[in-house]
């Protein structure tokens, strides 16, 4: 299922990275890797605040739902 479907405060582990290679490449120097542990901070209006390693990332809803859990 897509990260936009993870509650607040709900730690998931990334499963998979889908959309073009620009995209997962960006994604992956956030920090979204496969088999890493994102922490969602909060949720507004579908767009998420997720703890990634020792940084907060911000992502809007359609970049989002490319990251799998």
Do not use: C, W, Y
């Amino acid at each position: 299922m897509p990260l936009t479907m993870a509650k607040p405060g709900e730690t998931v582990v990334i499963r998979k990275i889908t959309g073009k290679d620009e995209v997962r490449q960006h994604l992956a120097e956030l920090g979204f890797v496969v088999d890493s542990p994102v922490t969602v901070v909060s949720e507004i209006s579908g767009n998420l605040i997720l703890q990634v390693k020792d940084s907060r990332i911000a992502l809007d809803k359609t970049m989002a739902n490319r990251v799998m859990i």
